[in-house]
């Protein structure tokens, strides 16, 4: 954008453009954030492979790892980007065996889930599945078992393979282990097409400057280039456009006039109290859940403050037919949690336990980084798979303790250990059956004890 451009803008202008923008954009930026790290900047300690590589991680996450927010800790993770600008890349899963919940979900550059492989969508049967880019057409190659097209033409599949217990680790990187990537071309046998051009990947914001800085669209219009338009998003685009932001458009806030500058600043800060609000009013209220803000496009129908939501509270969770996400953000007095102040239990009462076909999990979280909480068990989650180790109550009900001292030995099977401060927690339900997701069950509330 031009020092000429920005004056025929007025500040009210600039201001709505930048919320609007702001709010349909954030997701990408941060993704690129994230994406960035595992797949382009090989220094970071976050880094996974370059591009059309798996790298499995034979282990779960810990307080260490601190690039996404409320990270799973009970499915160890593979990761693959995917480009696909110069051909397809299949995907390749081992039969794994039928107790042993796993998927893969495809996330396009916008953060929607495209399309998911794993035991609820394809079984555990083993296969090759095409993924392929914007415009790619052609017959389905011989050996593969499905293509699955994308409309972005870079992808993240996150691979989550079921742990049972930590003596099963050994297990679940066998199974990893016969998980392949590959391009097309390597997976045929065939000669490899002309490269993609080269890209430049440019230097992301940190989380923090994402908040702030007005470079926030610098890197939205370089995501957007690798981003079709949708035809939805036609209008949309044409809404951006006075301000410099769309695929191929230069946004230069250094050649912006002070109040246009201010006025982007400030529908960025718009953007962030309209988040503010949803999550007063709707999330911690349990009015939209998890469940409503992943997904594909078609669920979430251009919901763009959904998205952001999503982003914002758990970037790249699951379409809620994969796994639902029962939040804890206050207690049963609708009181923010703090455990340096109160403790609290959660109870089951008996055949309430969370419906799922796979499993479920209850995992903990500081505020306001999101992360997983550092403790003397090494403990950050519990979840179904160590029901024969907790004690029932005497009803055949399951009370947890959710506090950061300990409740005693005897009660110490139970606990989940909290921060000496705010905190959340989110269940993660793999798989939910029907009277989770139609609202027949429902999460047990959080009990303070005085």
Known sequence: MNAELSHSITSDEARSIAKEAYIYGFPMVDSYRVQYSYFVDSADPEFKAPWNQIRNIGRVFTPEDKTIQTPNSDTPYSMAGLDLRAEPVVLTVPEIDESRYFSVQLIDLYTFNFHYLGSRTTGNGGGSYLIAGPGWQAETPAGITAVIPSATEFVLAAYRTQLFDPADLDNVMNVQAGYTVQPLSDFLGTPAPAPAPTVDFITPLTAEQERTSPAFF???????????????????????????????????????????????????????????????????????????????????????????????????????????????????????????????????????????????????????????????????????????????????????????????????????????????????????????????WTQPPLEPVQ
Do not use: H
């Open 218 to 440: 610098d890197i939205l219009n370089f995501v957007l280039q690798f981003c079709p338009t949708d035809p939805s998003e036609t209008d949309l685009m044409a809404r951006f456009a006075p301000l410099g932001i769309g695929a191929g458009r230069t946004f230069d806030a250094s050649s912006l006039s002070p109040e246009v500058t201010q006025a982007v600043e400030d529908g960025m800060a718009d953007a962030w109290a309209a988040f503010a609000d949803l999550e007063k009013t709707k999330v911690n209220t349990g009015e939209v859940t998890a469940g409503d803000v992943f997904g594909t496009r078609g669920f979430l129908d251009n919901n763009y403050l959904y998205r952001m939501a999503g982003a914002v509270l758990g970037i790249y969770g699951n379409s809620k037919d994969e796994a639902l996400y029962p939040a804890y953000n206050v207690d049963a007095n609708g009181t923010a949690l703090d455990a340096s102040r109160t403790r609290y239990t959660l109870r089951f009462a008996p055949g309430q336990l969370p419906p799922v076909n796979a499993f479920w999990s209850l995992t903990m979280y500081e505020l306001p980084a999101s992360l997983l909480v550092a403790n003397p068990l090494n403990r950050y989650l519990l979840n179904s798979p160590m029901l024969p180790q907790l004690q029932r109550d005497p009803d055949g009900g399951l009370t947890l303790y959710i506090q950061a001292e300990s409740p005693g030995t005897e009660k110490e099977s139970n606990w989940l250990p909290a921060p000496r401060g705010p905190f959340a927690m989110f269940m993660r339900l793999y798989w939910p059956k029907a009277e989770a997701l139609d609202g027949a």
